[in-house]
């Protein structure tokens, strides 16, 4: 694996990490849900992710676990470099319908999320996903 590739598949795990303990900080906390969840959340997708930040919390339903958990659960991992500006990262689960992808894309040198993906497979063991983008 380059150095590269390794790097982004870093930082789509780090990216998941600190969203998923701004969920869980969120799930259950109405105060924090409606007053700092947002802009808590507009600077991680500043630091990780491309488009627009006008996040909000509608949409959302700071679930348990939250929505990036099976990234860290992955049984597997792959990349795929699909020109010198794009990777596919996937976080294969053990079930395929726990599978997400990341879609991630260098600008002016940095590399950055654009958009991820979930899979809508239910054979665990099938890997052919048609998959469902939502928003970061």
Not at 25 to 46: I, M, P, Q
Not at 74 to 103: D, G
């Amino acid at each position: 694996m380059e150095k590269e590739e390794k790097q982004v598949i870093e930082m789509c795990q780090e990216f998941a990490s600190k969203a998923d303990k701004l969920e869980t900080k969120a799930f259950g906390n109405s105060g924090y849900k409606e007053k700092g969840f947002v802009k808590d959340f507009n600077v991680l997708f500043e630091q990780y992710a491309f488009g627009k930040q006008n996040r909000t919390i509608s949409g959302l339903n700071f679930r348990q676990p939250p929505r990036y958990s099976h990234v860290a659960k992955a049984v597997s991992i792959e990349s795929i470099k699909v020109n010198k500006s794009k990777y596919e990262i996937y976080f294969w689960a053990e079930k395929s319908f726990n599978s997400i992808k990341f879609i991630v894309q260098k600008k002016n040198e940095v590399w950055k999320l654009i958009k991820f993906q979930t899979c809508l497979t239910t054979n665990p063991n099938e890997r052919d996903c048609s998959w469902r983008t939502h928003k970061l």
